[in-house]
C-alpha cells in the first residue's frame, strides 16, 4: 500500500515511516496544526519587543531616567504587557520588560530604570 503525504496528498517515495513528500508540505502542515497557539505568543511577543523598544528608546543617565505617561502612550507602550516584577524590601514595585523596568511616580511620572 502506498503512503500518501498528509498536507498535500501526493504519493511518497523513500523511507517507510515518512509522512510528508517535501520539508514544504512539513512544515506548512505543522504550522497550520499550531497556528492559533503561535499566533497568540507571536502577538504577545510583539507588544512585548515594542515595549523594550520605547523604553530602550529614552537616553539614560547612571542607568536611570524620567518621563511622563503620555509620552509612554505615544510611542507605543502599552502598560498590560510586562515579563516580571520586582518589589524592593520598602515594598516599592518595579515592572520590568527583560532588563528595562520603569517605576510609576506621583503625577504620572515615571522613572525607567535599567537592571545591571
Do not use: Q
Not at 530602550?56 to 502612550?73: A, E, I, S, V
Not at 502599552?78 to 514595585?93: A, C, E, R, S, V
Amino acid at each position: 500500500m502506498k503512503k500518501k503525504c498528509l498536507e498535500c496528498g501526493t504519493e511518497i517515495m523513500g523511507r517507510i515511516d515518512k509522512k510528508f513528500c517535501s520539508d514544504h508540505c512539513r512544515n506548512a502542515h505543522h504550522n497550520n496544526v499550531n497556528k492559533d497557539s503561535k499566533n497568540l505568543i507571536r502577538n504577545i511577543n510583539n507588544r512585548l519587543r515594542k515595549n523594550y523598544r520605547v523604553l530602550d528608546g529614552f537616553p539614560l543617565k547612571d542607568g536611570k531616567t524620567r518621563t511622563t505617561r503620555t509620552r509612554l502612550l505615544d510611542k507605543g507602550f502599552d502598560f498590560d504587557f510586562i515579563t516580571n516584577l520586582y518589589t524592593t524590601k520598602k515594598g516599592t514595585t518595579y515592572y520590568f520588560v527583560y532588563d528595562l523596568g520603569y517605576l510609576p511616580l506621583d503625577n504620572d511620572y515615571y522613572m525607567i530604570v535599567k537592571r545591571e
